[in-house]
């Protein structure tokens, strides 16, 4: 049996181990050699060791369950009612009183927006990140005219009513409910209170990455390495690496270009393992589009990460100066670009293509992490567009 050690609990030794599993599993494929025996793989970090074995005779999609263990996820929690609507919020200056704001309660995080340019948001309270002190006013009739969130360890308090006394009652009953199933209740998370304004962002823990995200989701990493600081400047990017999401059995995983290879790895192994440590932020932007679960779309997506798993890395000069695709129709039922090589974007921007969110005419090789971000505002065919970027946290 073929036994590979990794020392040590470093991204870049973890990111080669999954290439290299994934280069196994496609090379060997269904017509593996019956009398190879499975390779084991012995993963040492600073609070574990795990054994991964891999059977080459069988093909990845069946191997993924062998690889790794059950997620420590358990799946969605209770269904919640979700709402969204005009509210009155109290503004922080006195003498201005309640100003109007579009509102939307869903998966325990209240958002509000500008209430005519409903795509500005103003605040974002994520329940699960922060345990706030909840109060309702009640008039002589003992009915809620207005309820207050605080954020546990901060003065910054956030007061809410309708018009309609009737629907003041009803946001103040499903808010009270999204909060009883809130992690920020049940642990008492108190941390994002020690950041300034943090209710300016859009916030997401990495369990809600894992309950929301899924195929065609964007992940834009800021790495602390050096190196990477330095590719921030000649790319002009906060970021300096992307990856897409995909979805399998319930499981998220990101697949990626990196320097050994193509290949995907578990999304809560960013958690588990620490790796989230090597990088100053990460961000999620989620895939807004109708056709999204068509089943031709999901297999034409699914079917381009079969194909290039495994496949080599590369970024060279010849990349910088192709700007237009040279598309190959296939023969002989063989398939197309199998063995093409990629970095991060590029990879990122092919699978989008494959899903006819980009155009085709335009190379891969022109895309760069900067274009899926916010400030690009990457434009996306068939009214297709990305979210904005929102900032995983990992503590709690």
Same mark, same amino acid.
């Not at 325990?108 to 103003?122: A, V």
């Not at 809130?182 to 300034?196: A, E, N, R, Y």
């Not at 970021?239 to 320097?259: N, P, T, W």
């Given at each position: 049996?073929?036994?590979?050690?990794?020392?040590?609990?470093?991204?870049?030794?973890?990111?080669?181990?999954?290439?290299?599993i994934?280069?196994n599993?496609?090379?060997n494929?269904?017509n593996?050699?019956?009398?190879?025996?499975?390779e084991?793989?012995?993963v040492e970090?600073?609070?574990?060791?795990?054994?991964i074995?891999?059977n080459?005779?069988?093909?990845?999609q069946?191997?993924?369950?062998q690889v790794?263990?059950?997620?420590?996820?358990?799946?969605?929690?209770?269904?919640?009612?979700?709402?969204?609507?005009?509210l009155?919020?109290?503004?922080?200056?006195?003498?201005?009183g309640?100003?109007?704001?579009?509102?939307?309660?869903?998966n325990r995080?209240?958002?509000?927006?500008?209430?005519e340019?409903?795509h500005?948001?103003?605040?974002s309270?994520?329940?699960?990140?922060?345990?706030y002190?909840?109060?309702?006013?009640?008039n002589?009739d003992?009915?809620?005219?207005?309820?207050?969130l605080i954020?546990k360890?901060?003065?910054k308090?956030?007061?809410?009513?309708?018009?309609?006394?009737?629907?003041?009652?009803e946001?103040?009953?499903?808010?009270?409910q999204h909060?009883?199933q809130?992690?920020?209740?049940k642990?008492?998370?108190?941390?994002?209170s020690?950041?300034p304004?943090?209710?300016?962002?859009?916030q997401?823990?990495?369990?809600?990455v894992?309950?929301?995200?899924?195929?065609?989701?964007?992940?834009?990493?800021?790495?602390?390495?050096?190196?990477?600081?330095?590719?921030?400047?000649v790319?002009?990017?906060?970021?300096?690496?992307?990856?897409?999401?995909?979805?399998?059995?319930g499981q998220?995983?990101?697949?990626?270009?990196?320097?050994?290879?193509?290949?995907?790895f578990?999304?809560?192994?960013?958690?588990?393992?620490?790796?989230?440590k090597?990088?100053e932020?990460?961000?999620?932007?989620?895939?807004?589009?109708?056709?999204?679960?068509?089943?031709?779309?999901?297999?034409?997506?699914?079917?381009?990460i079969?194909?290039?798993?495994g496949n080599?890395y590369?970024l060279?000069?010849?990349?910088?100066?192709? $700007?237009t695709?040279t598309?190959?129709?296939?023969?002989?039922?063989?398939?197309?670009?199998?063995?093409?090589?990629? $970095?991060?974007?590029?990879?990122?921007?092919?699978?989008?293509?494959?899903?006819?969110?980009?155009?085709?005419?335009?190379?891969?090789?022109?895309?760069?992490?900067?274009?899926?971000?916010?400030?690009?505002?990457?434009?996306?065919l068939q009214?297709?567009?990305?979210?904005?970027?929102y900032?995983?946290? $990992?503590?709690?």
């Amino acid at each position: 049996m073929n036994k590979s050690i990794f020392q040590g609990n470093q991204r870049a030794q973890q990111a080669m181990m999954h290439s290299q599993i994934n280069r196994n599993i496609m090379k060997n494929n269904l017509n593996a050699d019956p009398n190879i025996k499975p390779e084991e793989i012995v993963v040492e970090s600073d609070n574990m060791q795990q054994t991964i074995y891999i059977n080459p005779n069988q093909n990845y999609q069946q191997v993924i369950p062998q690889v790794i263990k059950p997620s420590i996820f358990q799946g969605n929690r209770q269904q919640l009612r979700q709402l969204e609507g005009i509210l009155l919020k109290k503004s922080p200056h006195c003498l201005m009183g309640f100003s109007k704001k579009f509102c939307i309660l869903n998966n325990r995080k209240l958002s509000y927006y500008n209430w005519e340019k409903k795509h500005i948001l103003e605040g974002s309270l994520n329940f699960d990140l922060q345990e706030y002190l909840y109060s309702v006013t009640t008039n002589a009739d003992n009915q809620i005219i207005e309820f207050k969130l605080i954020p546990k360890g901060c003065e910054k308090q956030f007061i809410f009513k309708s018009e309609e006394v009737q629907k003041t009652q009803e946001w103040a009953q499903v808010i009270q409910q999204h909060l009883d199933q809130s992690d920020g209740k049940k642990k008492q998370i108190v941390f994002l209170s020690k950041t300034p304004k943090f209710w300016k962002h859009y916030q997401f823990s990495h369990l809600q990455v894992q309950e929301e995200c899924d195929n065609g989701d964007i992940v834009l990493f800021k790495s602390k390495d050096k190196f990477a600081a330095a590719s921030r400047i000649v790319l002009r990017s906060e970021f300096d690496h992307v990856a897409i999401l995909c979805k399998q059995d319930g499981q998220l995983y990101v697949y990626e270009a990196v320097s050994t290879g193509v290949g995907l790895f578990r999304w809560d192994y960013l958690k588990q393992q620490d790796w989230y440590k090597f990088y100053e932020k990460i961000c999620i932007r989620k895939l807004n589009f109708d056709k999204k679960n068509d089943i031709k779309v999901q297999d034409n997506f699914m079917e381009f990460i079969e194909e290039n798993m495994g496949n080599d890395y590369s970024l060279n000069i010849g990349k910088f100066f192709k $700007f237009t695709s040279t598309i190959k129709k296939p023969t002989n039922g063989e398939k197309v670009e199998k063995k093409r090589s990629f $970095f991060c974007s590029e990879l990122v921007a092919k699978a989008y293509k494959e899903m006819g969110l980009l155009d085709q005419v335009k190379s891969s090789t022109q895309y760069y992490p900067n274009d899926f971000t916010t400030d690009k505002q990457l434009k996306l065919l068939q009214g297709a567009s990305l979210s904005p970027e929102y900032l995983v946290f $990992f503590e709690g």
